[in-house]
Nanobody, 122 residues
Framework: QVQLVESGGGFVQSGGSLRLSCAAS????????MGWYRQAPGQQRELVAG????????NYADSVKGRFTISRDNAKNMMYLEMNSLKPEDTAVYYC???????????????WGQGTQVTVSS
C-alpha cells in the first residue's frame, strides 16, 4: 500500500494562504488519481478536491471553488493544494488520499496520509 505524507499545514489569519504538499512513497503516476479531504472536529471527512493521473481532470467541493487549486508533479511524486482566501470554516485536518477518478468525479481509495492541521483565525 502506498505511503502518503502531508505537510504545509499551520495557523493563518482569515484571508491568508497556505500550500499543502503530499509526498507519495512510490510513483504518483502509477498511483493514479489523488485527492485532498478534510475533517473538522465533530464532522465527517469531506472531499476538498480530486485530480486525475495526468492532472487533466480536477474537481472541487463547492465551498472551495475559486479559492483552492489542486495540482500534482508526477516527476517528484508530489501532489499540492494551494489554498487562498482562507476562511475560519476551512479549519480542519487535511488528508491526502490515493483513489480513482470515475466519470470525472473523484472517489477515495484505501491509502491515507496522517493528516496536517490547518487553522484559520477570524
Amino acid at each position: 500500500q502506498v505511503q502518503l505524507v502531508e505537510s504545509g499545514g499551520g495557523f493563518v489569519q482569515s484571508g491568508g494562504s497556505l500550500r499543502l504538499s503530499c509526498a507519495a512513497s512510490e510513483s504518483s503516476f502509477s498511483i493514479g488519481a489523488m485527492g485532498w479531504y478534510r475533517q473538522a472536529p465533530g464532522q465527517q471527512r469531506e472531499l476538498v478536491a480530486g485530480i486525475s493521473r495526468l492532472g487533466i481532470i480536477t474537481n472541487y467541493a463547492d465551498s472551495v471553488k475559486g479559492r483552492f487549486t489542486i495540482s500534482r508533479d508526477n516527476a517528484k511524486n508530489m501532489m499540492y493544494l494551494e489554498m487562498n482566501s482562507l476562511k475560519p470554516e476551512d479549519t480542519a485536518v487535511y488528508y491526502c488520499n490515493a483513489g480513482v477518478m470515475l466519470g470525472r468525479r473523484y472517489h477515495s481509495g484505501d491509502s491515507w496520509g496522517q493528516g496536517t492541521q490547518v487553522t484559520v483565525s477570524s
